[in-house]
């Protein structure tokens, strides 16, 4: 099936400091992808969707300055957590659909986890 | 209207026995009904999806059902096995495939040897 990649799996970064993912369609081109956040033992919350040559949008109540969401190239979507602080520690996961695939089935990546000191 | 309530919050079974888990939405517009399973540190992976056109999905031991009138489906996990062990997500998408899901809480399965 498609495979949908993030990186860094994990990083841990000072407070006040910005954090890049990355998240890669590797078989596929994605023209929207999707940011979700999740704290320990909770569930999945949609923060935004990324668009290809286009701006993200966001879900009610997620800081668009806080959360900077770039999607350069077909397979390819980027976020950036700017100024990190404690509260923002979190499994980010990114997703995306193939659209050559007939199940609509979204694809997840591994998550990257992000500690903030 | 756009939350997918889901339960129990947790689930302990014997190996062999199965596993059932409940999922209830109110939004009629939605028409894409995916299960994920995901382990620790991990990202979710689909299960099985089922659309309200059908009553009832069966894939190998994972088998939903489906209440269009109730607004109700379910994950029935049968001779469930310790590699099942897992949290249990399901979810909801709109009408048009938007991609956004509406997850449920997820439920904590341990299958115990």
């Known amino acids: 099936g498609a495979v949908v990649s993030q990186h860094p799996s994990w990083v841990i970064c000072k407070s006040g400091t910005s954090v890049k993912i990355e998240c890669r369609s590797l078989?596929?081109?994605?023209?929207?992808m999707f940011w979700y956040r999740q704290f320990p033992k909770q569930s999945l919350m949609l923060m935004a969707t990324s668009n290809e040559g286009s701006k993200a949008t966001y879900e009610q109540g997620v800081e668009k300055d806080k959360f900077l969401i770039n999607h350069a190239s077909l397979t390819l979507s980027t976020l950036t957590v700017t100024s990190a602080h404690p509260e923002d520690s979190s499994f980010y996961i990114c997703?995306?659909?193939?659209?050559?695939?007939?199940?609509?089935?979204?694809?997840f990546g591994e998550g990257s986890r992000l500690t903030v000191l | 209207q756009q939350q997918v309530k889901q339960s129990p919050q947790s689930l302990i079974v014997q190996k062999g026995g199965i596993s059932i888990i409940n999922c209830a939405y109110e939004?009629?517009?939605?028409?894409?009904f995916p299960w994920y399973q995901q382990f620790p540190g991990k990202g979710p992976a689909l299960l099985i999806a089922i659309r309200p056109d059908v009553s009832e999905k069966k894939e190998g031991r994972f088998t939903i059902s489906f209440n269009k009138s109730a607004k109700q489906f379910s994950l029935h996990i049968m001779d469930s096995q310790p590699g099942d062990s897992a949290t249990y997500f399901c979810?909801?998408?709109?009408?048009?495939?938007?991609?956004?899901?509406?997850f449920g809480q997820g439920t904590t399965l341990q299958v115990k040897p």
């Open positions: 997703s995306a659909r193939d659209p050559g695939g007939g199940t609509g089935e979204l694809f």
């Open positions: 078989d596929f081109q994605a023209t929207t």
């Open positions: 979810a909801a998408d709109h009408s048009s495939n938007t991609g956004k899901l509406i």
């Open positions: 939004n009629t517009a939605f028409d894409y």
